[in-house]
């Protein structure tokens, strides 16, 4: 007569999980590692998951989203840790400058995965430009031949932001690609540069006004300096979203536009509150309601394909999703 234990009739009947109980299973990435040598790629047959990881950090964040699509394997060699921590200590250098403070963030709410942090906490991105095309009709003179004449007239506004908190700014009629090369090469420390070390390219860079901005609560704070004044500010408060995957931080929608006068030798917050709540003590505020478009992101490779280089007459508007 079999002598039948009760963790056989768990198993058989009710609890058929308890089989794979002591059974240690194999990870995943020597899945591909044994495999048949003809299934894999070249380049997974020469190189080890080591040197492509070397490989794949020199990467910036989504590029490695592009290099997670080729396969499995490379998707699993693109969730490595250390890539995605590079690219949010790039991403919120600004913001968290007390690492104590990011890591404790990690662990409260993303359960220590510097990816889940990098794609569902608000970002910028460094690699291209932020452009917001605004347009608006004007009436024209009155002429002998026409009556009532109007115009569209379009213009686009500028963002090149820097991991260091820094910007660039230019408010322009020129489409992104005859405007990209100017916020491309210029450099965002101190004001403009004087017209000995500029040399021929002095016109190119004249109409560029640095700036600087802070993240706090979700939302973009921008501030942006006359080189002529050192009183009059131009501020915007922004919301940062992905569309349409989270993440691509690819949309800033402006919320708020405004002209700041504050008084000589005084300064103010870059956290200022909304100008309908009334003035705060220490300047004075115009709000702008005019030019508010959601800006769109536009990555340095893509700058002569965009279609924000249409004219008006092929885009009369433009909408950003």
């Known amino acids: 007569m079999a002598v039948v234990t009760l963790e056989e009739v768990l198993t058989q009947q009710s609890r058929p999980w308890l089989a794979l109980y002591g ?49 499995r394997h490379w998707r699993l060699l693109t969730d490595h840790q250390q890539h995605w921590q590079a690219a949010c200590e790039q991403a919120y250098g600004s913001c968290h400058k007390d690492v104590s403070c990011c890591q404790q963030a990690l662990r ?22 932020y452009v917001s095309r605004n347009t608006y009709i004007r009436q024209g003179v009155s002429e002998w031949r026409r009556e009532r004449s109007c115009f569209l007239v379009t213009y686009y506004r500028y963002f090149r932001f820097h991991p260091d908190g820094t910007l660039l700014y230019r408010t322009s009629p020129l489409t992104v690609a005859k405007v990209a090369k100017s916020l491309q090469a ?84 870059m956290l200022r509150p909304d100008p309908d709540a009334g003035p705060d003590g220490s300047g004075s505020t115009t709000c702008f309601r ?32």
């Open 23 to 71: 059974v240690m299973l194999k990870p995943r990435r020597h899945a591909v590692q044994q495999s048949d040598e003809g299934d894999l790629a070249p380049i997974q047959r020469l190189l080890t998951d080591e040197l492509m990881t070397i490989i794949l950090s020199h990467l910036g964040p989504y590029n490695l989203g592009q290099a997670a699509c080729v396969c």
């Open 108 to 129: 409260k709410s993303f359960r220590g995965s510097w990816r889940r942090f990098f794609l569902e906490q608000p970002h910028l991105r460094f690699d291209g430009l």
């Open 186 to 269: 210029r450099s965002s420390c101190g004001s403009h540069a004087t017209a000995a070390a500029l040399g021929g390219k002095q016109k190119l860079y004249q109409h560029v006004f640095s700036g600087k901005y802070v993240i706090k609560g979700g939302k973009l704070f921008v501030v942006i300096t006359y080189p002529n004044s050192r009183s009059t500010e131009v501020r915007a408060r922004c919301g940062i979203r992905g569309v349409p995957v989270l993440g691509a931080a690819n949309r800033l929608d402006i919320e708020e536009l405004a002209s700041f006068d504050r008084e000589a030798g005084s300064s103010a917050s």
């Open 290 to 321: 005019r030019g508010l478009s959601a800006c769109v992101f536009v990555p340095w490779e893509g700058v002569a394909a965009s279609p924000l280089n249409l004219p008006a007459k092929e885009m009369d508007f433009w909408l950003t999703g």
